[in-house]
């Protein structure tokens, strides 16, 4: 069984002290065999916000894979922006942006949606383009089965209707066929601060809140995910702050059956 643990939206600048040390004892309790983290380590992409942010991956006592967001692109120098907009990610993060981590028991593939021009006013919006979507399929057509495979990108593949004004990720519905036709079993990612589960063509599609930062949705607290299991059963957890430490707020269920994953028991 694998054990998995997904955080999102760090947001340094605007994080919380208390809680990152609360989910670092968090993450001491569940021993992760890798720790995902899917976008917005920083809240303005500023030198000294990256430095947190690799100040904390540097404290990690597991392996981690990490893919960028929005809040990874300066949003006020634009020559930044639109010259060099990934010289800090790669000086202080990662020379990738778009990282795999390959076990015997599962593969994740990291995919880079934010941009740093769009047609649009909301340069917040993400995509997924065709040439990532085969880098995917390509990764994965290599994979030796079975294993669980895991999608992350920043942005949401699926919103509640009350968060639809948040846009879902550009391409999703040519990505999302052509995932749920590769087998793949988890797309997870962040972005609008609220967790959810929900499965879309037979894909299971997981996004956590803000784990540690003060930008929350009224009445949503900090949270994590942690996912347990393998390709033909998983346990998905999200773990709330409750003002001292995480504890668990859900417990779902899922099974893989011939036409895709399917929900089972919610506790």
Not at 58 to 79: E, F
Not at 159 to 164: D, E, I, T
């Amino acid at each position: 069984m694998s054990i998995i643990a997904h955080i999102s939206d760090l947001h340094f600048g605007r994080e919380q002290m208390p809680v990152i040390q609360a989910l670092l004892r968090s993450l001491r309790e569940h021993s992760p065999d890798l720790v995902i983290i899917s976008g917005d380590l920083t809240q303005r992409a500023t030198h000294r916000e990256y430095q947190q942010a690799k100040e904390f991956l540097d404290n990690l006592s597991y392996p981690y894979m990490v893919v960028p967001g929005n809040h990874d692109l300066s949003a006020h120098h634009i020559i930044e922006r639109f010259m060099y907009p990934w010289r800090k990610w790669r000086r202080y993060i990662s020379e990738q942006l778009e990282s795999v981590v390959e076990k015997p028991e599962f593969v994740a593939v990291g995919v880079n949606s934010a941009r740093r021009l769009g047609f649009y006013f909301d340069w917040s919006r993400g995509r997924i383009n065709q040439t990532q979507v085969r880098q995917v399929l390509e990764k994965f057509k290599n994979t030796a089965d079975p294993c669980l495979r895991i999608v992350v990108a920043h942005h949401p593949f699926w919103l509640p209707s009350a968060s639809l004004r948040r846009h879902l990720i550009g391409g999703r519905d040519e990505a999302l066929e052509a995932f749920s036709h590769a087998g793949v079993d988890l797309v997870l990612g962040g972005h609008i601060h609220l967790p959810f589960m929900k499965i879309l063509n037979g894909v299971l599609v997981s996004h956590a809140g803000t784990t540690v930062s003060n930008r929350l949705i009224t009445g949503q607290p900090n949270s994590f995910n942690m996912i347990y299991g393998n390709h033909i059963s998983l346990q998905l957890e999200t773990l709330e702050w409750d003002g001292d430490e995480f504890s668990l707020r859900q417990r779902q269920c899922f099974n893989k059956k011939a036409e895709g994953w399917a929900a089972g028991a919610t506790q």
